[in-house]
């Protein structure tokens, strides 16, 4: 079983719409969680970070279930420009005084005019 | 201003070859990792460095060397290239790998091709 699990999609949506993405990871310990943006051939970008009690960035919500062992991505009033690969990475302790980031491999999203 | 910087951007060699990839960071943080994304996307650490002590190892084969002259560099060096070492490699950094808050900040990255 991955350690952090997406569906690929791609996910093609049109200008307006709302869109959900899911994901779920294995390791209970993880301390953190956030959705990285990708663009085609360019390198990974922080969109936000996941906590428990929710959070909203404009029109990004995202929300962490940790019973659940489960992360989500709302994007409300589709951009052409929101058209990436969102990835969802859990930061996990790797032993001593440090963490890493265990990538998911990306939800393509693909607004349509 | 570039905040992390790799050099080359694209690099295509024959398998056998031995290439260096190079990454540079002026944000002040003190540990840099490489990541590799084959061609599945796939995005994976590799190794990092805090102020130039391998911190994380993955299990990475090891003609695939990291050396850090200093806390802004991290430098990739590959030895015997196969064709499986087609990918892109990112470099990142940050400042505080300890906290579970810490964000991470990454290189364009560097597509390798080997022929």
């Known amino acids: 079983r991955k350690e952090v699990e997406q569906d690929p999609g791609p996910f093609n949506v049109p200008e307006g719409a709302t869109v959900a993405f899911n994901c779920t990871y294995s390791n209970s310990a993880s301390q953190s969680f956030f959705w990285y943006r990708q663009d085609c051939r360019k390198e990974p970008k922080l969109l936000m970070s996941v906590y428990s009690s929710g959070n909203e960035d404009g029109r990004f919500t995202a929300q962490l279930n940790r019973a659940s062992q489960y992360i989500s991505l709302l994007i409300r009033d589709s951009k052409l420009s929101d058209s990436a690969t969102y990835l969802c990475v859990v930061n996990t302790n790797y032993g001593g005084a440090t963490n890493k980031l265990i990538f998911g491999t990306g939800t393509l999203l693909a607004v349509q005019p | 201003d570039t905040a992390v910087s790799q050099t080359p951007k694209y690099l295509v060699t024959q398998m056998g070859n031995d290439k260096s990839i190079k990454c540079e960071q002026n944000l002040g943080h003190d540990t840099m990792y490489w990541y590799k994304q084959d061609s599945k996307k796939f995005l994976k650490i590799m190794f990092s460095?805090?102020?130039?002590?391998?911190?994380i190892n993955e299990t990475v084969p090891n003609r695939f060397s990291p050396k850090s002259p200093d806390k802004a560099h991290l430098n990739l060096h590959i030895n015997s290239l196969e064709l499986g070492d087609s990918a892109v490699y990112f470099c990142?950094?940050?400042?505080?790998?300890?906290?579970?808050?810490?964000?991470?900040?990454f290189g364009p990255g560097t597509r390798l091709t080997v022929l």
């Open positions: 990142a950094s940050s400042q505080a790998p300890h906290k579970a808050s810490d964000t991470q900040y």
């Open positions: 460095y805090n102020n130039k002590e391998l911190i």
